[in-house]
């Protein structure tokens, strides 16, 4: 049996944040990417939008979380997200809209 070398190069595109949808979403509520971590256990702060620490169940500093204008933001995204959603089912839910074949 013979063996072939593989020559692997990294992808840092995949790692890249301007490539992701976490940063799209960012930018719609205009935020800055950066990862956070919670100064009681090191632990990455998934979502800024929860007072306490998924890990350590530590109250986080204020400078971890959102600001009020950004949770606005965001709740403003979600609730427009939701409607968009209740829109799409609503339409695919209508009898009326079924194709003819």
Known sequence: MSATKMNVTR???????SNT?????????????QERRC???DSVIY??????CGVCDEALP????FTEIEAERVEILLQTER????AWLEKRERP??????
């Open 83 to 86: 409607e968009r959603h209740r």
């Open 11 to 17: 992808n840092d595109s995949a790692r890249d944040p």
């Open 62 to 65: 204020a400078d971890r979380l």
């Open 21 to 33: 949808s976490r940063q799209i979403s960012l930018v719609r509520i205009g935020v800055p990417s």
């Open 96 to 101: 009326d809209d079924r194709p003819i074949y």
């Open 47 to 52: 979502t800024r939008r929860h007072r306490l």
């Open 39 to 41: 100064p009681y256990c």
